[in-house]
């Protein structure tokens, strides 16, 4: 059974990858989350995974919460993995998830993080045709890698210094503090697809008149909404209208 978190595709594509060559079942932490689903039960021995893209060097909130609400029975002695997309490094986030998780009762085994295509074009400009190629690649052979140590209970390959930790522990708070949504907006080009406020995790966008409308203070900052625009038409103030846009092959629009 193996818990995933996605914004425009990477850590999806990472879970059904690894998913398919173990033949386990992957399951949506943010439909789950919209469902109020988070009691589930696995056979004996069965492997517990958990993917997400890491967010300001920790998990996204969705994630975070989805786990402090999670509830297994019939783990007893499962190996727990878990795999960590990230643009550059996953900072602290394996000791941070662990902790949560060790609450409810599930030791996390084993830690993996894969370089992807960053999305976070909130910040800067993403990388272009070439360099997600390259990246791509390069993240098709690390998956296909952890998927084998995965499939005989291999241990992380790499774990957090202290100062991946200290990196986690001095930024991740004010991703949680901040998520605004204020300046959130579509402009002229807007089509009416309602395809952000389907796609939407935490149900933050509605749409009136035939136009998005953020309605929570606060979101995920997943970037899905813009990112998956058909047209372009989200942005996020200034910063975002001439920037690339990136969605994993396997999602498209």
Known sequence: ???????????????ERIGSMMDEKVIDMAKSHKDERFTFEVKDQEKIGFVFPVYYYGPPVIVKEFMTKLKISGNEDSYVF??????????????????????HGLEIKAFF?????DNFIMGYDLSDE??????????????????????????????SSQFDQLLTSTV???????????????????????????????????????RPVWVLNQCVHCVA???????????????????????HPSVGI
């Open 172 to 210: 991740y708070p004010f991703y949680v503090r901040g998520r605004n949504t204020k300046k959130f907006f579509a402009d002229e080009r807007c089509i009416s697809c309602y395809l952000c406020e389907e796609i939407c995790p935490v149900q933050a966008i509605k749409m009136v008149d035939g």
């Open 1 to 15: 059974m193996i818990f995933y978190f996605s914004g425009t595709g990477n850590s999806r594509y990472a879970a």
């Open 130 to 159: 070439e360099d997600r190629e390259n990246i791509n690649k390069k993240a098709e052979e690390r998956l296909d890698k952890i998927a084998k140590s995965i499939l005989v209970k291999g241990v992380s390959d790499r774990k």
């Open 82 to 103: 878990m795999v960590m997309t990230c643009g550059s490094s996953s900072g602290g986030a394996d000791r941070y998830v662990s902790k949560i998780l060790a609450e």
């Open 113 to 117: 993080s894969v370089l992807m295509v």
């Open 225 to 247: 909404c813009i990112n998956r625009c058909p047209v372009e038409a989200i942005q996020y103030g200034d910063a975002t209208k001439k920037r690339r846009r990136y969605v």
